[in-house]
Structure formats: structure tokens, C-alpha cells
Nanobody
Framework: QVQLVESGGGLVQAGGSLRLSCTASERTFSSYAVGWFRQAPGKERDVVAAINWSGDRPYYVDSVKGRFTISRDNAKNTAYLQMNSLKPEDTAVYYC?????????????????????WGQGTQVTVSS
């Protein structure tokens, strides 16, 4: 069982930056791919970015390309989401999730159901 804890959310003005962290309880975290998802009120939970176990294959949804950067430090059991040039439409609860297996080989899966472990979420609010 891997427990994930997100931190770093908050209130920021449009154009500002935040860095989210996702810290895992187990060292086996290094064998898992990590995804960052977000869910705004009344909307589905969608992937924002994902990264494979070794950190050399990031994925980004088009709406955040060039603004967000996903990374990980397996020695610290932690994954990050650096968010720059934030927009009001980025406002949501952000979740990190971990998964492994064949659906994470090659092109990373972006389906929430494929991720086994989830954090509790952290609120990101971007004011205009």
C-alpha cells in the first residue's frame, strides 16, 4: 500500500506560479508512474501531466504544455508539478496518483482508473 500526500496548493493571481509536491510513503514509489490530475467543480477528473518511473518520459495535456513541468526525485519518494503562467481556468483540486503495469509501458495511460493509489488532493485557486 502506497500512501500519497500532496502539498503546495493555494491561492495565486493569474500569471503566478505554484509548485505541487506528491510524497509517497513507500520506496516502491520509484517503480510507479505518476500522474497529476485535476477536478474542477461539476467536471470530471482529467489528467494534467504524467511521468514514467524513471522520469524521462513526461506527458502533458495540450492546455498546460509550455506552462507546467512534471518531474520526480525517486531518492526522495517525491514527484512535482511546477505550474507557471497560471490561468483562472487552472483552478481545481489537484491530485497525484501512482500506477504501474503494462498500461504504463510506452505511451503512459491517462485514464484515472488505471492509477491505483491516490492522494487526498490539494486546492489550487487562480484569481483573475
Amino acid at each position: 500500500q502506497v500512501q500519497l500526500v500532496e502539498s503546495g496548493g493555494g491561492l495565486v493571481q493569474a500569471g503566478g506560479s505554484l509548485r505541487l509536491s506528491c510524497t509517497a510513503s513507500e520506496r516502491t514509489f520509484s517503480s510507479y508512474a505518476v500522474g497529476w490530475f485535476r477536478q474542477a467543480p461539476g467536471k470530471e477528473r482529467d489528467v494534467v501531466a504524467a511521468i514514467n518511473w524513471s522520469g524521462d518520459r513526461p506527458y502533458y495535456v495540450d492546455s498546460v504544455k509550455g506552462r507546467f513541468t512534471i518531474s520526480r526525485d525517486n531518492a526522495k519518494n517525491t514527484a512535482y508539478l511546477q505550474m507557471n503562467s497560471l490561468k483562472p481556468e487552472d483552478t481545481a483540486v489537484y491530485y497525484c496518483a501512482a500506477g504501474r503495469g503494462p498500461r504504463f509501458y510506452g505511451v503512459l495511460t491517462t485514464k484515472p482508473d488505471d492509477y491505483v493509489y491516490w492522494g487526498q488532493g490539494t486546492q489550487v485557486t487562480v484569481s483573475s
